[in-house]
């Protein structure tokens, strides 16, 4: 398990960490989410040992990181660091190699991997001469080759078209089933419900949202009911207490108090219920919410 | 020390195979080689044809062509002046001497030819006239052999002065050109993995002195295969135009002086060159930060240079004890002429202490800088 516990750094007078905590289980994918400059790449190059933090401390299994335990960690940092003129699987094996692996060990992982993310046929070509995306499969072979025993990684689907995605989405629900906690940064919100466990929300430097996702669904969720009544007259929904959104059949019920029971039973009253729950907010809503 | 090796292998393996590493080293050695052909295009030529008509002139014969010359002279006798005078203008004899009276030449004779004929001729010329006098020849003949005056510098030993000095001048290119190329691309390399942040995945797995070393051990291999490659180009080139009889003695030792401040030069420079480098992100940034760097080799090439004209003076003297410059002065006056063993001892270990200290320093430095993102980091803060 990593325990990231009470992070603070400042750059000057510019705050950039104000006391971030959360953890990732051994198996579990954690999605780190938060507005551009909200410190996940801060925390993330700290995880990593690149970065120092003022105070506050990275754990695993209870003590402190050290440099060989960081080795076994895969690592793909935001901006993307590929060496332009040597050979894509020359790469991949000199990486391998630096992480520990045997010159043989390191040859048949690069194989493997290549394989997996569709780039065989690129293994001799230099890196610049491969498209945006394929450079993207590189640099995630590259966190990949020695089987790290963590991951994280700094944005690694921007700029990935729907079937990298999901390609790349497969590798890293494989290592997360084989016990990996894999920890990544994304923008892309739907992409985080989609595959991750858990989510950490981040603002100004500090955590506004942590947990598993169904959770932080279910939790912020609580007090917004939907109804739908067919046929029903318009203005019917006014007399529903909290705040009413009314849209035709439609209407939206805020700050609900209780279980709603009151509420259906005006919502039977005033036409054919054709639909009654509990209105979960998607991860987007919850993150403007909480980032507001 | 495995991440060292790792990092100085790669090095080694993707810059070697780049088209820019393989011309620089194709064309340095085929400029070094030409060099050394240089000095047979501007001796002038080493053999002479001399044209002889009638029989005064044809005595001159054995003392022309006679053994130990410098030079070999073909003799071709023809019937009349005319004659010898259409081969001459022909050009298909340099000189023709008529009568042994008149020398026939197209303009002016070749001074050393000249000065060969007349000494033939007054060889002859006097010992015909010592027997005409009655005197016996051979009398004559042992009188007249005379022991050729021996050379004695009570200087310097100067018998191979321009030698040496051609070859020191020469010496202070290759390094220059060395120093500053390979340093170049440790600085580039620093910052290409700066830029794009490498450097980060790279710190995870390996320390920083590993990839600082391993860059600076990698790229000196080649800079060195390099040398070795320009100086073999350079020899053979000297034995294949028979220039190599002229070098000065040990020329070994020249090059394994050569080879062993090198190195030291190139540690030094390439560690002040990746300090510098891991200053800045970009590589258009690459020449501002590197100027310090560039002006010191600079110096170091213009204080080589004078010393390779000048070996004797006091400033090459100096120079040759203070480092960087002993990297580049002190091979150069060790080729240009005789070296103290104790100027040589003392330079060697003050430039040994700086390339220590400068490594050291460098290392610090750039461990410091490597991971700091964003605009150009001032040194100020990363030297305490």
Excluded at chain 2, 39 to 44: A, E, I, N, V, Y
Excluded at chain 2, 79 to 92: F, T
Excluded at chain 2, 171 to 199: N, P, Q, T
Excluded at chain 2, 251 to 258: E, K, L, R, W, Y
Aim: proline share 4%.
């Amino acid at each position: 398990m990593i325990e990231i516990n009470d992070l603070h750094k400042r750059y000057g007078d510019k705050t950039a960490l104000d006391g971030v905590t959360f953890s990732v289980r051994p198996g579990e994918m954690f999605g780190f989410v938060g507005a551009n400059g909200a410190g996940k790449t801060t925390t993330m190059r700290i995880l990593m040992g690149v970065l120092t933090a003022d105070s506050g401390s990275v754990l695993r299994d209870g003590r402190p990181l050290t440099f060989e335990d960081r080795r076994r960690f895969g690592y793909m940092p935001e901006e993307r660091g590929l060496y332009q003129k040597m050979r894509v699987a020359e790469q991949v094996e000199y990486f391998g190699r630096l992480s520990g692996l045997t010159a043989s060990g390191a040859k048949k992982a690069t194989g493997d991997l290549l394989e997996q993310l569709s780039l065989t046929e690129r293994a001799n070509d230099t890196v610049d001469a491969l498209s945006l995306g394929n450079q993207q499969r590189v640099q995630l072979a590259v966190a990949l080759v020695h089987t790290p025993e963590v991951l994280v990684l700094d944005e690694p689907f921007s700029g990935l078209d729907p079937l990298a995605v999901d390609a790349l989405a497969g590798v890293l629900a494989a290592r997360c089933e084989a016990g990996v906690p894999v920890l990544f940064s994304s923008h892309q919100l739907d992409l985080v419900e989609r595959l991750c466990h858990s989510v950490g929300i981040i603002s100004a430097g500090r955590m506004v949202a942590s947990g598993t996702v169904d959770d932080l669904r279910d939790r912020e969720g609580r007090g917004r009911l939907r109804v739908v009544v067919r046929g029903a007259s318009p203005g019917w929904a006014a007399s529903l207490p909290g705040e009413v959104v009314e849209n035709g059949d439609e209407a939206l019920v805020s700050d609900v108090d209780g279980d709603g029971q009151d509420i259906l039973h005006l919502a039977v009253k005033a036409g054919k219920v054709e639909h009654f729950g509990w209105q979960r907010p998607t991860l987007t809503e919850i993150f403007r919410e909480a980032v507001a | 020390m495995s991440g060292l090796w790792l990092v100085a292998q790669r090095e080694i393996i993707t810059r070697g195979r780049t088209k820019a590493f393989v011309i620089g080293l194709v064309v340095s050695a085929v400029l070094v080689a030409a060099l050394a052909f240089l000095p047979k295009l501007f001796s002038g030529p080493d053999s002479y044809t001399v044209g002889l008509v009638g029989g005064q002139s044809q005595a001159l014969q054995p003392a022309l062509t006679g053994p130990a010359k410098e030079m070999t002279i073909a003799v071709r006798e023809f019937p009349d002046e005319a004659a010898a005078s259409d081969a001459v203008n022909a050009g298909d004899v340099d000189a023709a001497v008529v009568d042994g009276r008149r020398v026939l030449a197209d303009g002016e004779v070749d001074r050393e030819l000249g000065l060969l004929l007349e000494s033939a001729h007054q060889t002859v010329q006097t010992q015909r006239q010592l027997a005409d006098a009655g005197l016996d020849a051979a009398k004559v003949a042992q009188a007249m052999r005379v022991t050729p005056l021996e050379q004695v510098s009570v200087g310097a030993d100067a018998r191979y002065a321009s030698v040496r000095v051609g070859i020191a001048s020469l010496l202070v290119m290759v390094l220059f050109f060395l120093l500053i190329y390979s340093s170049m691309y440790v600085a580039m390399g620093v910052i290409e993995e700066k830029g794009s942040r490498i450097v980060e995945i790279l710190l995870t797995s390996i320390r920083p002195w590993q990839l600082l070393g391993g860059k600076i051990l990698g790229l000196g291999t080649l800079a060195l295969a390099n040398l070795v490659v320009i100086i073999l180009a350079g020899l053979g080139a000297a034995v294949a135009t028979g220039f190599v009889a002229e070098l000065p003695p040990g020329m070994t030792g020249i090059v394994i002086s050569t080879l062993f401040w090198f190195i030291l030069g190139y540690a030094f420079f390439a560690a002040l060159a990746a300090a510098l480098g891991s200053l800045v992100s970009r590589q258009e940034d690459a020449n501002s930060v590197l100027t310090p760097m560039t002006m010191l080799m600079t110096i170091t090439y213009l204080v080589a240079y004078f010393s390779a004209v000048q070996p004797g003076s006091a400033v090459a003297r100096i120079l040759s004890l203070v480092p960087p410059f002993s990297s580049m002065v002190m091979p150069v006056r060790m080729a240009g002429g005789e070296v103290l063993a104790w100027e040589i001892a003392v330079a060697a270990v003050l430039m040994l202490l700086a390339t220590v200290g400068t490594l050291l320093l460098g290392a610090r430095i750039y461990q410091r800088a490597v991971l700091r993102t964003g605009g150009r980091v001032k040194l100020t803060e990363v030297v305490r």
